[in-house]
């Protein structure tokens, strides 16, 4: 029932995604957060878990969820849901999610406190105030809204403390944003519709704005958008930049731009792999792999300009990556990877549309070698 709900929730977005791809779609931590709630206040009232418990997300679907851990004492209830991201590749899949709900005395309303594996916020620039636990805004409402309606099922005044807490979640966060953008100790519990769509952009791009809202707030004027490990690490190389200025853009360089657009800082700078660099100064805002390629024929004009001859041209036409293209231009003097540079900078500053952001892009090989580079131009640049 669930499932047939949420694939039929929308035209467009999410259930259109799901339609489209036809993999199973699977729940947010948040969802489960809540699930797990409602069955331990539920318990702590009446001294029986609903198994399954049956909870509404924002949208309006009721998916159910079994419990996989349960205890009960006189003055607490602790439930567990384990997490089912369905076909997403999401780190969390599999996560043992709990919920110990404590009765407060009245007039204390809801007090959410992090348990073992959910991180607490130490930095500004995120949804939550520096000190609260990493249960984003949303799944804070969902839980509130359980609450009540149980509390109002059964008489009582839904004064409760929920503790949530993930099994290995410490662990688990060392392969999310969350020590980056300050979240310490843990995962966060996220999720804003409670349905967790299968290899969604959505989580990704998400995290991006996050991190460039941590680092308005910390007050750095000057942020690095990297395609990956390497190139973060060249960024910071020559520019000296902290932590909290690196923004992991992977392949979604147009969610740097139009969120930078938006809330500008003076100064980003795009570093990533010649490849995927070369599909930007061609005009592609997503440099995944399977949506847009290495174009060789504009690699050749952008070399011509540069001095090739026909020759060598036709070479870099003809050439098997993109990374060949500029060792072959490299040895005859062109100046490939500067121009690749120079052109990824001008599709940058056309996304950003005169927002004052002065805009430099660093290109390097696999090794981490710079290959191209151009100097900041824009409103705030030379």
């Given at each position: 029932m669930a499932e047939a709900e949420a694939r039929t929730e929308a035209a467009g977005g999410r259930g259109a995604q799901l339609e489209r791809t036809g993999l199973r779609h699977g729940w947010t931590t948040g969802a489960c957060a809540t699930a797990a709630t409602t069955a331990a206040y539920t318990a702590l009232l009446t001294a029986e878990f609903p198994d399954p418990v049956t909870i509404a997300l924002p949208k309006g679907q009721r998916?159910?969820?079994?419990?996989?851990?349960?205890?009960?004492?006189?003055?607490?209830?602790?439930?567990?849901?384990?997490?089912?991201?369905?076909?997403?590749?999401?780190?969390?899949?599999?996560?043992?999610?709990?919920?110990?709900?404590?009765?407060?005395?009245?007039?204390?309303?809801?007090?959410?406190?992090?348990?073992?594996?959910?991180?607490?916020?130490?930095?500004?620039?995120?949804?939550?105030?520096?000190?609260?636990?990493?249960?984003?805004?949303?799944?804070?409402?969902?839980?509130?809204?359980?609450?009540?309606?149980?509390?109002?099922?059964?008489g009582a005044t839904g004064d409760v403390e929920i503790e949530i807490s993930v099994d290995h979640g410490e662990e688990i966060a060392r392969s999310t944003w969350n020590p980056r953008l300050g979240i310490l100790g843990g995962l966060s519990i996220l999720g804003t519709t409670g349905i967790v769509v299968p290899y969604s952009c959505s989580a990704w791009i998400d995290s991006i704005r996050r991190g460039v809202d941590v680092a308005r707030a910390a007050g750095r004027r000057h942020v690095a958008g990297c395609t990956g490990s390497t190139s973060e690490k060249v960024a910071v190389a020559v520019h000296g930049l902290p932590q909290d200025a690196l923004l992991d853009m992977g392949d979604f360089a147009g969610a740097v731009l139009k969120y930078l657009r938006r809330h500008p800082v003076d100064r980003l700078t795009v570093a990533g792999g010649f490849a995927k660099l070369s599909k930007l100064a061609a005009g592609h805002l997503d440099l995944h792999s399977s949506r847009s390629q290495v174009d060789k024929g504009f690699l050749a004009e952008l070399a011509r300009r540069g001095g090739a001859d026909e020759a060598l041209a036709e070479a870099v036409a003809t050439a098997n990556t993109g990374l060949e293209t500029v060792q072959l231009c490299s040895a005859h003097g062109v100046p490939l990877g500067d121009l690749v540079a120079t052109a990824a900078r001008d599709t940058a500053l056309g996304v950003l549309r005169g927002a004052p952001v002065a805009v430099d892009v660093i290109c390097i090989d696999r090794a981490g070698t710079i290959v191209g580079r151009a100097e900041p131009r824009g409103p705030r640049g030379r």
């Open positions: 998916p159910a969820f079994a419990l996989a851990a349960e205890e009960l004492t006189a003055d607490r209830a602790m439930a567990a849901i384990v997490k089912d991201a369905g076909d997403d590749p999401d780190v969390t899949h599999g996560a043992l999610v709990r919920a110990t709900v404590r009765a407060l005395p009245p007039g204390r309303g809801v007090v959410f406190r992090a348990g073992p594996g959910v991180g607490t916020v130490t930095r500004p620039g995120l949804p939550l105030p520096v000190g609260e636990p990493a249960i984003n805004p949303v799944p804070r409402q969902m839980m509130r809204d359980h609450i009540a309606s149980v509390a109002a099922r059964h």
